[in-house]
């Protein structure tokens, strides 16, 4: 598992938490905050995805 999927992951679970919060306390900067977060850490995991195939591809 690459550092990225991880990083990813962490960001996208915190985005999640804060865009919930949003939706509870009805923030809608909060809430984007949250929706932004979840999709950098989408994007993150998906690069470490990549980078996890790659490496796997070279080894083979």
Known sequence: MHKDQI???AKDL?????????KATDNERLEAE????????????GVGD???AARDALKN
């Not at 915190?14 to 865009?19: A, H, L, P, S």
Request: charged content about 45%.
């Open 14 to 22: 915190k985005g999640q938490v804060k865009e919930a919060a949003g």
């Open 7 to 9: 990083e990813g992951t």
């Open 50 to 52: 990549l980078k996890d």
């Open 34 to 45: 949250g929706k932004a977060d979840r999709a950098k850490g989408k994007v993150q995991k």
